[in-house]
C-alpha cells in the first residue's frame, strides 16, 4: 500500500506542475526499489492523462498544462536511465513541426508534449520547416505520424505543399494537421488522414490512426 499511496502523490504533484515535488518523489520512488516503468505508468503519465483529460474539458489551460508536461518529463528524465530503451513505452513515433514561414511554438510545444505523456516517442522538428525539410525527416526518422502545426491562414498553403510532396516520394506515412485557423474541411481539402483541434484531441487521433 505504501507504493500506491507513493504513486497517488506523485499523480497529484503532476497535475499540481511541482517539478520540485516530481523530482523528489521520483528519487523516493526509485531509491524505495519501486519499478522504474511503474514510475512512469502510473505516477508521471497517469497524472498527465489526467491533466489531458482536464485541459479537453476546459478545467486546466495552457499554463498549467505546460507546467505539469514539465514536471512529468523531469520525472522521466531521472528513470529514463534505469530502463532499456525496448522497455520504454512507445506506441509510434511522430514528426512534429509547425510548417513554413510560421514561427509559433507554444500550442506545437503543447502537442508534443501531450503525445510523449501518452506514450509516443516525438521528433520536435521546431518552427518554420519547409515541405523538403519534413520529408528528409521522415526518411531519417521513419515514422507512422507526421504532425503539422499552422497558426497563420497564409502559411496554411504550406500544410498541403508539404502533404504532396510525401505522396509523391511515396512514403507511407499518416498526415495530420492542426492550428488555430485550422478546420476539418481544410484537412479534408488537402488529403490530410486527420485534424486535431486542441493538443488532447491530437493523442486520441494518434491512437485511434494507429490502432
Sequence with gaps: MKAMA???ALVQ??????????????????????????????????????VGARFKAAEMFIPEV??????????????????????????????????????????????GMMLESGGFKVINLGINIAPENFVAAVKEHKPQIVAMSALLTTTMPHMKDTIELI??????????IGGAPITQD????????????????AVELCTSLLA
Aim: glycine share 10%; aromatic share 2%; with cysteine.
Design 186 to 201: 481544410f484537412a479534408d481539402k488537402i488529403n490530410a488522414d486527420g485534424y486535431s483541434p486542441d493538443a488532447a484531441s
Design 66 to 111: 505546460l507546467m505539469s508536461a514539465k514536471s512529468m518529463a523531469a520525472g522521466i528524465e531521472i528513470v529514463k536511465h534505469l530502463i532499456a530503451d525496448k522497455d520504454m513505452p512507445n506506441k509510434g513515433v511522430i514528426v512534429l513541426g509547425t510548417v513554413k514561414d510560421d514561427l509559433h511554438d507554444i500550442g506545437k510545444n503543447l502537442v
Design 167 to 176: 505522396r509523391e516520394e511515396g512514403i507511407p506515412v499518416k498526415c495530420i
Design 13 to 50: 504533484s503532476v497535475m499540481d506542475g511541482n517539478e520540485a515535488q516530481v523530482k523528489e518523489q521520483t528519487k523516493a520512488l526509485v531509491d524505495g526499489g519501486a519499478d522504474p516503468l511503474e514510475i512512469i505508468n502510473q505516477g508521471l503519465i497517469a497524472g498527465m492523462n489526467i
Design 6 to 8: 507513493n504513486f497517488e
